[in-house]
T-cell receptor, first 110, second 115 residues
Framework: DAKTTQPPSMDCAEGRAANLPCNHS???????VYWYRQIHSQGPQYIIH???NNETNEMASLIITEDRKSSTLILPHATLRDTAVYYC???????????FGTGTRLQVFP | GAVVSQHPSWVICKSGTSVKIECRSL??????MFWYRQFPKQSLMLMAT?????????EQGVEKDKFLINHASLTLSTLTVTSAHPEDSSFYIC???????????FGDGTRLSIL
């Protein structure tokens, strides 16, 4: 199973873009990268996922490097409600399983 | 869309009792449901994968006789913690997925406290 590496914590000023990096150097060609976030005492919330191309939705953008060994989640205008633990996960090949790592604790400050 | 409901939200019970947690996909049919456990300040740990109409697949180290999973329909899976003890106290979270390559959607979790 491809493992991911994320910084344990990051800070971001409200209104600024939050760029959360993730390394997944052992990813296989058909494995998707998923991003979820978890606000305290709630279930994880799906943000975005991608395979090769960059993706954008109403919540965030996902930038995947050409070699697919790393990616960046971008929250374009962070708000206080974006304070959460963000998980970058490589979905296990040929299954729907997600193996959560330790994630990045993002703190958005006023 | 893609709402997963989990019930109850929290439960407190005496040691030795069994506790059932329900996970429902409200607006889609879930071919697969997953059960996770999360201890304080730790990440989610996958316990088992549940497919409708078949036996659940448990992750290594998870006791199948302790954590009974039933996935009787495409919208409902249940987790029963049998003869619960204080060390089973945790945050239990389910998720559901419809078509393959679609994201898992999570319930809001059940906080279980065993006295």
């Amino acid at each position: 199973d491809a493992k991911t590496t994320q910084p344990p914590s990051m800070d971001c000023a409200e209104g600024r873009a939050a760029n959360l990096p993730c390394n997944h150097s052992t990813i296989s060609g058909n494995e998707y990268v998923y991003w979820y976030r978890q606000i305290h005492s709630q279930g994880p919330q799906y943000i975005i996922h991608g395979l090769k191309n960059n993706e954008t939705n109403e919540m965030a953008s996902l930038i995947i490097t050409e070699d697919r060994k790393s990616s960046t989640l971008i929250l374009p205008h962070a708000t206080l409600r974006d304070t959460a633990v963000y998980y970058c996960i490589v979905r296990v090949s040929n299954t729907d399983k997600l193996i959560f790592g330790t994630g990045t604790r993002l703190q958005v400050f006023p | 869309g893609a709402v997963v409901s989990q019930h109850p939200s929290w439960v407190i019970c005496k040691s030795g009792t069994s506790v059932k947690i329900e996970c429902r996909s409200l607006d889609f049919q879930a071919t697969t449901m997953f059960w996770y456990r999360q201890f304080p300040k730790q990440s989610l740990m996958l316990m088992a994968t549940s497919n409708e109409g078949s036996k659940a697949t448990y992750e290594q180290g998870v006791e199948k006789d302790k954590f009974l999973i039933n996935h009787a329909s495409l919208t409902l899976s249940t987790l029963t913690v049998t003869s619960a003890h204080p060390e089973d106290s945790s945050f239990y979270i389910c998720s559901a997925v419809g078509d393959s390559n679609q994201p898992q959607h999570f319930g809001d979790g059940t906080r279980l406290s065993i006295l």
